[in-house]
């Protein structure tokens, strides 16, 4: 996939090295590719929303195993703001694994994709609001570049498919390699057979 970019406020540090930035330009990246999988038809948008699933699948594995587990520590009413998150993630989850089963083709495939646009856009807000602000102001570079290298590091590792229920960090360790590994199999036998 051809990395996108979309700059954002307070996206002054190498995404490689911090977070914040990392996970604001993937926030760009799934605005792009939803702008993509819209304007596309046939196999053009099959593609697109395939990599819209993956990068969705992996952003936010990543985020239930490092970000979260940062913020229920090290931002005051963590726990609260983590659980909202999760839940928003679960109702993503629930929508992008049904889309998933569905052909892009299919009358109801554009009308639940742009209903799943607005919610992933609204988590995202509010991801940046009410995490992603706190994260840069209780944590120095050293911590951010850490965190950064985690996020990483969960993405090698995450499901490219939605799992729904499968939101906390510690059911993404359990279940997470199984899952993985289920799907990278999948999506190895679908690009062999030139179904993606």
């Keep these: 996939m051809p990395e996108l970019h979309t700059p954002q406020a307070g996206d002054d540090a190498a995404p490689d090295t911090d977070v914040v930035s990392l996970l604001m330009r993937q926030h ?3 605005r792009n590719l939803f702008d ?3 304007a596309a038809t046939g196999d053009a948008r099959q593609e697109a929303f395939r990599r819209l699933v993956r990068l969705l699948a992996v952003h936010e594995t990543a985020e239930e195993e490092v970000v979260h587990p940062f ?6 009413g963590g726990d609260e703001v983590v659980e909202a998150r999760l839940a928003e993630e679960r ?3 629930e929508t992008l694994s049904d889309l ?7 009358p109801k495939f554009m009308p639940r ?11 995202a807000r509010a991801e940046e609001r009410y995490e992603f602000v706190h994260i840069r102001r209780s944590a120095d570079a050293a911590a951010l570049a850490s965190l950064a290298k985690g996020v990483k590091a969960a993405e090698a590792m995450a499901p490219t498919r939605p799992h729904p229920g499968v939101e906390s960090a510690t059911a993404n360790v359990a279940l997470g390699p199984v899952a993985a590994l289920m ?7 679908r690009t062999a057979m030139g179904r993606d």
Excluded at 71 to 76: D, G, I, M, Q
Excluded at 100 to 106: F, H, I, Q, R
Excluded at 183 to 189: E, F, Q, Y
Aim: proline share 0%; net charge negative; aromatic share 0%.
């Design 36 to 38: 993509e999988v819209e």
């Design 71 to 76: 913020v229920r520590r090290s931002v005051a």
């Design 91 to 93: 109702a993503a989850k």
């Design 28 to 30: 760009g990246d799934i």
């Design 113 to 123: 994709l742009l209903a799943l646009r607005t919610a992933v856009q609204e988590h």
């Design 183 to 189: 799907d990278r199999t999948r999506d190895a036998v």
């Design 100 to 106: 998933d089963d569905m052909d892009t083709g299919d």
